[in-house]
């Protein structure tokens, strides 16, 4: 992306003295084609065990359509309106005609979550002012993973966080859809916390569909017990059945176990295989002597029953199956301790990335390989690195390290995940002139995982260099401008309409579609932020306006300052792909957060974007 040709350092260090020369500002801070969007599908490939979700309500086609607008984005997204018979959008698919779940609703005032204000939740008022269904339906339909890992963590807060459920959903369907998105989101702990949280008496029909995948993919498979009668009376999926023999065992009826399983054999309900494991469950559960061996068939898919059920019996699932998963299950894999480490590990990258694992977790589970391996087999590892990198005698050694480290990926996800795994170690080299060539790589690290203050501190010793004429700080002033300017939420880098256009003329640099799209984004983030106006910014840096149905919903919640709502909707603007996300969207996205008062939350999500997009 940038030359080391004279020349070129030469035009950084005349840009870094126009930087310098130039007045801060004061940030403006809150203080608080593709396919239409599809319902998800289910968590694994289709299977009786991992039952997909019902088909939504049909949404409401926006009056008029946005002929300007790729078609299948969030902007086919409108609130819903009351359906024939008077069912909210998003209830439907909870209520079956010919069948209702005769129980009391659980008290909707009360709230169901794992997260408060004091335990790093957010407050109560959460979901104030927002249309239940509408919400209910947008996380229905929400793709996962985020384009944003930090996007992703500010989602997990919100669907934990114990808070009145919005007004018009039924308080059992909206644990489910929480839970459900938790699930695609990899976060299985978050999933399984909601759903044994959720009262017996408020379960309904979409619940008892979701509480097993969580406790499944948990590897939990005695907290499905009390759910087990009520399952068999409300539904046909063989799970219940299956699931009531292992019970029975857990009780010490292992007779009845047999028996059970003798029943589904003989109907055929349930495949050969998942029988097999259900009866290995109950034989290890009873102490039974029956042997029941079990070996996982070649052309056998993965799906929430079988995984869960393998890991709790000790059945290996075969390598090649974990190791091709959805995103989603990486997430519960990697949590799994019945699982081999170094299955664990590869899922770790993709966890971590998504935002599933912290990079600090990462860090233990590398840890716990290189305790089992000897000098040379670790040297010859990218923990080997990643150990030279916290204790080589030497900081040039470390840096050395954390190069090397850094270009062991193969894959963008692999370099994401491996710089996110360093960042500690990153930010224990110290601050010094002798460094700053490394400073852009290093604060990349540290913004990943949210540290502002470690890539401040490097980006105001290039600031200082340079005005005292050190001609290295020039490079690095201009790589680590952008990227700090909008994680930092409190003022203290300078920015100016002159001072975009001058980084954007003499830093970007490479082929033209991927700089006009790295100007763009950069210049959404600076925009949503509030740190400039759009009109103070070169026009090749404004993305096209795009009006339709949800930035439309994006603008309201804004004017009415529904913090769940919008960090909702900021994750859906965002997608799957960090690559693919529209500028606009995030300009969008960004704006919304800051409104309600979530300024680092927006800021770090700009920053990562903006790295993920090569800045």
């Known amino acids: 992306m940038t030359s080391s040709r004279p020349s070129r350092r030469a035009a950084c260090l005349v840009a870094a003295t126009l930087l310098l020369a130039s007045p801060a500002g004061v940030a403006q801070e809150s203080e608080s084609g593709q396919a239409p969007v599809a319902p998800p599908k289910s968590l694994l490939p289709a299977g ?38 008077g069912t909210p959008p998003g209830e439907a698919s909870s209520r079956s005609p010919a069948l209702r779940l005769q129980v009391p609703a659980a008290d909707p005032t009360a709230g169901v979550g794992w997260l408060t ?3 790093g939740g957010y407050a109560p008022t959460l979901w104030s002012g927002s249309s239940g269904p509408f919400v209910n339906t947008v996380l229905r339909r929400m793709p996962a993973p985020t384009a944003s890992r930090w996007a992703h963590i500010s989602l997990r807060k919100a669907l934990l966080t114990q808070a009145p459920t919005p007004a018009g959903v039924v308080p059992g369907n909206f644990i489910a859809e929480r839970a459900h998105l938790l699930l695609r989101m990899g976060e299985v702990e978050g999933a399984k916390a909601l759903v044994d949280r959720a009262p017996l008496t408020g379960y309904t029909k979409r619940l008892f569909e979701v509480a097993p995948q969580a406790h499944l993919a948990a590897g939990d498979v005695a907290s499905l017990c009390p759910l087990t009668q009520t399952g068999i009376s ?9 699931m009531s023999a292992v019970c029975a065992a857990l009780q010490g009826d292992d007779a009845g176990a047999a028996l059970i399983l003798d029943r589904e054999r003989e109907n055929r309900s349930a495949q050969p295989f998942e029988i097999r494991l259900a009866d290995r469950v109950a034989a290890a559960i009873s102490g039974s002597n ?21 890991s709790v019996s000790g059945v290996d699932v075969p390598r090649q199956r974990l190791e091709n998963a959805n995103p989603a299950v990486k997430g519960w894999v990697v949590r799994n301790p019945n699982l081999p480490l170094a299955t664990r590990l590869h899922a770790a990258r993709t966890a971590v990335v998504t935002g599933a694992l912290s990079s600090r977790e990462m860090v233990n589970l590398l840890s716990l390989q290189a305790v089992s391996l000897d000098p040379t087999a670790l040297a010859a590892l990218p923990v080997g690195e990643l150990r030279q990198a916290y204790a080589a005698p030497t900081h040039e050694a470390r840096i050395t390290a954390l190069r090397n480290l850094w270009a062991e990926g193969k894959t963008r996800e692999d370099r994401l995940a491996y710089q996110l795994a360093s960042a500690h170690a990153a930010a224990q080299v110290p601050v010094k002139a002798a460094y700053l060539d490394a400073a852009p790589a290093l604060a990349r690290a540290m913004l990943l995982a949210g540290d502002v203050d470690g890539a401040l501190a490097w980006y105001k010793l290039a600031r200082a260099e340079a005005k005292g004429g050190n001609a290295r700080a020039g490079r690095p002033l201009m790589a680590l ?3 700090v300017a909008t994680a930092e ?5 300078p920015r100016s309409g002159a001072l975009f256009a001058l980084w954007a003329k003499n830093w970007l640099d490479g082929d033209s579609d991927v700089v006009d799209r790295q100007q763009q984004l950069a210049g959404a983030a600076f925009a949503g932020l ?22 439309r919903q994006l603008q309201a919640v804004i004017a009415q300052r529904r913090k769940g709502e919008a960090i909702v909707l900021a994750s859906l603007g965002l997608g799957r792909d960090a690559a693919t996300v529209k500028p606009a969207y995030v300009r969008q996205a960004l704006q919304a957060l800051c409104a309600v008062g979530l300024r680092r939350e927006a800021g770090l999500i700009a920053a990562e974007l903006l790295i993920r997009n090569g800045v």
């Open 481 to 483: 401008w952008p990227l």
């Open 117 to 119: 204000l004091q335990t």
């Open 234 to 242: 409300i539904s046909g999926d063989p799970l219940w059945p299956l």
């Open 530 to 551: 509030g740190l400039l106006d759009h009109t103070d910014l070169p026009s090749a840096a404004v993305p096209e306006a795009i009006d339709n149905a949800f930035t």
């Open 290 to 310: 029956r042997a029941v061996s079990v070996n996982w068939p070649e052309a056998a898919r993965l799906t929430t029953f079988r995984l869960g059920m393998a």
């Open 48 to 85: 009786k065990f991992a039952p997909a979700p019902a088909e939504p309500a049909p949404e409401v086609a926006p009056a008029t359509p946005d002929a300007g607008a790729a078609p299948g984005g969030p902007e086919t997204l409108l609130p819903g309106e009351t359906l024939p018979g």
């Open 489 to 493: 939420a409190h003022g203290r880098v």
